[in-house]
């Protein structure tokens, strides 16, 4: 297989816990292109140990929506993986009797983030061209009494990018954009085959 012949993915949170799990075993994959995209020149540097080839990390921050930075990442991708995931902060460490607190930073809010951030990650893909939308997401964001959702409606914002990429689905709705769950294998399992 030469390398015009290989499927190119874009791994968006690349510099992330997961994201950078996915980026690694896509770079120097037998049938994927992995390409990566972070969210500032701080994070490039979070990837400075492995060796990227020219051209294939790009840096663009999502939550303002659509941008030239996020349509030139999706240049020439034929798959997407969103790894992006607004992260609160802890602000007071746990003392006795009181639980750790945690906020999110100014403009990093989950509705930014994972509603705004992914949808417009989702709409750049389906521009560029790209048929496959692999979701990194959290169980629980339909569930109002989940622990995640007590910070300010956490998990349900990717719940609406999950809607929105399965709705985008430019094929039939037999092949639908894949939304996996990483903690559920079986949905796991479905993403994987989309990739295949
Ligand atoms: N279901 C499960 O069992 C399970 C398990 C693990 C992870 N996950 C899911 O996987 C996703 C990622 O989690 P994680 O643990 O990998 O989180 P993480 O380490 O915090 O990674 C999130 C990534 O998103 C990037 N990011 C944040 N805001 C951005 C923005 N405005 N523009 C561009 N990039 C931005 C971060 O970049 P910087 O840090 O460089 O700013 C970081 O690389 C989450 O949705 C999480 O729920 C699910």
Redesign the pocket.
Known sequence: MTAEDKLAVLI??A?????RLVFEKLLNHDFYEGNAL???KE?VK?LKDLEIPEGRISV????KGPSPELDAAMKGIQALII?????PKMVSPPKEGVPPQFAYEEG?YPEQ?DWI?QKAQIDAAKKAGANQVVI????GGTDKNNRLNSLPTATSW?TSARQRSTSSSRTSPRTPFCTP???STRRAERGSWCLA
């Not at 663009?60 to 939550?63: K, L, P, R, V, Y």
């Not at 790894?83 to 992260?87: E, I, L, P, V």
């Open positions: 968006t949170g510099a992330g816990g997961t994201g972070v969210h500032t994070s979070k663009a921050d999502i939550s790894c992006t995931s607004a992260m990093q983030v951030g990194v997401s959290s169980m990717s769950a990483a903690s």
